[in-house]
């Protein structure tokens, strides 16, 4: 087993109490690689915070649906690499630093343009599918194939092409940013139901992560929809809730760090 992350100089390592899941997963598949994913988060939790079912289980289902929540509001259907230059923290699809290799920048990766977005891998592309083995390459290759999670890392898709669920690729996007958002939000909620089964001084670091969280998924969401709808020209849906941001005041905020600073989360959007 092998893997890769980082830590730092506070007590829990991570920064926040409940990233240490991470951790605590790497260290179990080193020695029992057929766990799932579930034993191991009611094992962490347990563990870590109470055994009590009351909290274990809610907590549980948090654990297991953060993961999808955060590609949601991120980088969805295969989006990627739309962070901000550097520290990795926040979205900036436009980011352009001068003198910066392209193949460093968000541009090169979503190449949304007025007729779709995502990036042509296939045999008319940059033939990048051909590393995979057949049948896979062709699998991945056939837009009618490809599976939706990864639609824009193999195909630049028009805004308007149908998708399996009946709804165009603009709409569907606006629809999975917007619900990354809501259970980001969902999430706070059932963190303070977990209240009464943990102490208060890890209670209230976690709840103000999961708040932080909540305004990062609307950062996201604003920034990601209202930047590619310069060029789909295409309205957000009635039904998702409305952008709290300014694509321009987006645009000109800037955070200043490194890899080696946490962010000031009160002066974030």
């Known amino acids: 087993m092998a893997g890769v992350a980082n830590i730092g100089d506070v007590v829990n390592w991570t920064g926040s109490d409940m990233a240490q899941a991470n951790w605590y997963a790497f260290g179990r598949l080193c020695w029992n690689t057929e766990l799932s994913a579930a034993q ?16 274990v289980e809610p907590v549980r289902q948090l654990l ?15 989006l990627h690499h739309i962070f901000s230059f550097g520290h990795h923290y926040g979205p900036e699809p436009w980011c352009a630093p001068p003198n910066t290799r392209l193949d460093w920048l968000p541009k090169y990766y979503h190449r949304a343009d007025s007729i779709g977005i ?5 045999v008319r592309g940059s033939k990048a599918v051909l590393q995979y083995h057949e049948p896979l390459a062709t699998f991945y290759g056939d837009l009618e194939t490809c599976p939706e999670d990864y639609l824009l890392w193999f195909h630049h898709v028009p805004w308007g092409y149908v998708m399996r ?12 940013y917007n619900d990354g958002a809501e259970e980001a939000r969902e999430f706070v909620d059932l963190w303070q139901k ?6 208060s001084e890890r209670y209230e670091r976690l709840l103000k992560r999961f708040e932080r969280q909540a305004k990062d998924a609307e950062w996201w969401r604003d920034a990601c929809l209202l930047y590619f709808q310069r060029y789909s020209r295409r309205s957000i849906p009635a039904d998702c809730l409305p952008p709290v941001h300014k694509l321009e005041d987006l645009m000109k905020f800037k955070l200043h760090i490194d890899n080696y600073t946490v962010a000031d989360m009160d002066n974030l959007p």
């Open 165 to 176: 669920n009946g709804l165009t690729l603009w709409d569907n996007l606006c629809y999975i």
């Open 194 to 199: 977990a209240r009464p089964y943990i102490d």
């Open 40 to 55: 191991i988060a009611e094992e962490f939790l347990k563990q870590t915070f109470s055994a009590d079912e009351h909290f």
């Open 64 to 78: 297991l649906r953060s993961w999808d929540t955060a590609v949601s509001y991120m980088m969805p259907l295969g």
């Open 118 to 122: 995502g990036f042509d891998r296939t």
